[in-house]
């Protein structure tokens, strides 16, 4: 697929600029949606911010990492060797808040710490939270919503890219209706100027009056003045697709005017597809849509905020217990029962009375649950109400294309009747005029409502969640 988008785009970037004829390649909403999504750079941003998801949860993943450790220390002075003292270990945490160590260690001197044991040690220790920390603790946290965040990024991805496309989709169909309306006027002028020319030679030969050359004249350059606005809407049109386009060495791709058309026939312009249906998309929203799933997100990193500022609630009790061994190979001791020998073992206890700042973080945490709760349940009603409103839009738009298609073909049997009857000497160029502009009306209001289906079709996959996919 990625090959035969940029097949599209190669044939986009090189195609020779010249006036619209059948001969030009048609440039697809699908296709056009696909190279935005590719090369367009707020699309490249919805993908960094995946990477830099992941590149957080590395870093809290780091939290886990052994970690290594030398240190080194002499004093001599005055001649006194006071201390040498080398050790090397390696800190190895684990989850539930235990963490392992394990070194050796060499100390000499005269001057050193009763407290130490000179010569070569060794040592294996392990720590372990019984209370606060235990279940939860802040590197745990954080690692979690990391995790969370990184399905959570997707989400935005998918949000940004469903908004990027609803607006490339907007784009391109005011691109379509001012390209057929332009298309529409230039067909219309071939008409008037034949009927003018043949009026004027009716009335050379005596056939007709003079003020049905002006009447004819009139109509001709009214629909002349009507080109040149169209032209204007869209060559403003296309500037403002080309800002969807972009290269793939993220540089702009300024659209020629006459490069690539849209379809030029309102048979082709609107093209009904099946009606889904709409229990099953607004199922699908209340379980796929991305901005609810970013607020799932959103309210499982606070529960784990939750837990974590309930640790608060509880003393803090660590025990710690380290095996010594004389020498470097504290294995030899470590078939000995535990606390016979060659240990040191530490409890450390704190609580504080009040607990107020634990009890107004926790209370704190469960106010932003309630508050995300409730946003939750407020944009899932505005996300289910609003693909109500788009389907019912994109069924009466479909009914009214219908209805605007035998309005149009019965204007046009109006038009054509009025004609013959115009030539044959039984009516006026008045009417024929007014049954003309009767039928344009009634085919600019079958192109707009056209192009109104057509985009209610992106409309409600963008309302579902589901454009960024399409």
Same mark, same amino acid.
């Given at each position: 697929?990625?090959? +035969?988008?940029?097949?599209?785009?190669?044939?986009?970037?090189?195609?020779?600029?010249?006036?619209?004829?059948?001969?030009?390649?048609?440039?697809?909403?699908?296709?056009?949606?696909?190279?935005?999504?590719?090369?367009? *750079?707020?699309?490249?941003?919805?993908?960094?911010?995946?990477?830099?998801?992941?590149?957080?949860?590395?870093?809290?993943?780091?939290?886990?990492?052994?970690?290594?450790? %030398?240190?080194?220390?002499? &004093?001599?002075?005055?001649? =006194?060797?006071?201390? #040498?003292?080398?050790?090397?270990? +390696?800190?190895?945490?684990?989850? !539930?808040?235990? @963490?392992?160590?394990?070194?050796? @260690?060499?100390?000499?001197?005269?001057?050193?710490?009763? /407290?130490?044991?000179?010569?070569?040690?060794?040592?294996? %220790?392990?720590?372990? *939270?019984?209370?606060?920390?235990?279940?939860?603790? &802040?590197?745990?946290?954080?690692?979690?919503?990391?995790?969370?965040?990184?399905?959570?990024?997707?989400?935005?991805?998918?949000?940004?890219?469903?908004?990027?496309?609803?607006?490339?989709?907007?784009?391109?169909?005011?691109?379509? /209706?001012?390209?057929?309306?332009?298309?529409?006027?230039?067909?219309?002028?071939?008409?008037?100027?034949?009927?003018?020319?043949?009026?004027?030679?009716?009335?050379?030969?005596?056939?007709?009056?003079? =003020?049905?050359?002006?009447?004819?004249?009139?109509?001709?350059?009214?629909?002349?003045?009507?080109?040149?606005?169209?032209?204007?809407?869209? #060559?403003?049109?296309?500037?403002?697709?080309?800002?969807?386009?972009?290269?793939?060495?993220?540089?702009?791709?300024?659209?020629?005017?006459?490069?690539?058309?849209?379809?030029?026939?309102?048979?082709?312009?609107?093209?009904?597809? =099946?009606?889904?249906?709409?229990?099953?998309?607004?199922?699908?929203?209340?379980?796929?849509?991305?901005?609810?799933?970013?607020?799932?997100?959103?309210?499982?990193?606070?529960?784990?905020? &939750?837990?974590?500022? $309930? #640790?608060?609630?509880?003393?803090?009790?660590?025990?710690?217990?380290?095996?010594?061994?004389?020498?470097?190979?504290?294995?030899?001791?470590?078939?000995?029962?535990?606390?016979?020998?060659?240990?040191? $073992?530490?409890?450390?206890?704190?609580?504080?009375?009040?607990?107020?700042?634990?009890?107004?973080?926790?209370?704190?945490?469960?106010?932003?649950?309630?508050?995300?709760?409730?946003?939750?349940?407020?944009? @899932?009603?505005?996300?289910?109400?609003?693909?109500?409103?788009?389907?019912?839009? /994109?069924?009466?738009?479909?009914?009214?294309?219908?209805?605007? /298609?035998?309005? !149009?073909?019965?204007?046009?049997?109006?038009?054509?009747?009025?004609?013959?009857?115009?030539?044959?000497?039984? %009516?006026?160029?008045?009417?024929?005029?007014?049954?003309?502009?009767?039928?344009? @009306?009634?085919?600019?209001?079958?192109?707009?409502?056209?192009?109104? !289906?057509?985009?209610? =079709?992106?409309?409600?996959?963008?309302?579902?969640?589901?454009?960024?996919?399409?």
């Amino acid at each position: 697929m990625r090959a +035969i988008i940029i097949l599209l785009y190669t044939l986009l970037t090189t195609a020779c600029s010249a006036f619209a004829n059948d001969s030009i390649p048609t440039l697809s909403p699908e296709s056009f949606l696909q190279i935005v999504k590719m090369f367009h *750079p707020i699309a490249k941003q919805a993908s960094i911010q995946i990477d830099k998801a992941k590149a957080d949860l590395l870093m809290a993943r780091s939290s886990f990492d052994p970690v290594l450790a %030398s240190d080194g220390k002499n &004093k001599l002075f005055d001649g =006194i060797n006071y201390y #040498q003292n080398n050790s090397f270990q +390696i800190n190895i945490p684990t989850w !539930y808040g235990i @963490e392992v160590q394990s070194g050796i @260690e060499y100390l000499t001197g005269g001057r050193t710490n009763p /407290q130490e044991t000179s010569g070569k040690t060794s040592f294996v %220790s392990i720590s372990l *939270p019984l209370a606060k920390n235990l279940l939860m603790d &802040k590197r745990r946290a954080v690692l979690q919503q990391s995790k969370i965040m990184v399905t959570a990024s997707e989400q935005e991805m998918k949000i940004m890219l469903n908004d990027l496309l609803i607006e490339a989709a907007d784009s391109y169909w005011q691109w379509a /209706q001012s390209y057929f309306v332009y298309n529409m006027y230039n067909h219309v002028i071939d008409i008037n100027r034949k009927r003018f020319e043949m009026v004027v030679a009716s009335f050379r030969n005596g056939e007709k009056a003079a =003020i049905d050359t002006t009447e004819a004249l009139t109509q001709l350059q009214t629909f002349e003045y009507l080109q040149n606005e169209a032209m204007l809407n869209w #060559q403003n049109a296309t500037i403002n697709l080309s800002g969807y386009l972009w290269k793939d060495n993220n540089e702009t791709y300024n659209l020629p005017f006459f490069t690539i058309k849209p379809n030029s026939r309102i048979e082709e312009l609107y093209d009904p597809v =099946i009606q889904p249906e709409l229990e099953p998309l607004l199922t699908s929203a209340k379980l796929n849509h991305p901005e609810l799933l970013l607020l799932k997100n959103n309210l499982k990193v606070l529960s784990i905020e &939750k837990k974590l500022k $309930f #640790q608060d609630l509880l003393p803090e009790l660590d025990i710690k217990y380290n095996q010594l061994g004389k020498g470097y190979n504290v294995l030899s001791t470590a078939t000995k029962p535990l606390f016979d020998n060659n240990y040191r $073992f530490a409890v450390n206890f704190s609580m504080p009375l009040r607990l107020s700042q634990g009890r107004g973080s926790y209370r704190s945490v469960k106010l932003k649950i309630s508050e995300t709760q409730l946003d939750f349940n407020n944009k @899932e009603l505005i996300v289910l109400n609003k693909i109500k409103y788009n389907y019912n839009q /994109q069924l009466t738009y479909k009914k009214q294309v219908n209805l605007l /298609q035998k309005t !149009y073909a019965n204007f046009k049997l109006l038009q054509r009747g009025e004609e013959n009857r115009f030539f044959n000497g039984e %009516s006026s160029l008045f009417l024929v005029n007014s049954r003309e502009n009767k039928a344009l @009306e009634a085919l600019l209001k079958l192109t707009e409502t056209a192009i109104d !289906y057509n985009k209610s =079709i992106y409309i409600l996959k963008w309302s579902a969640g589901e454009l960024w996919n399409f």
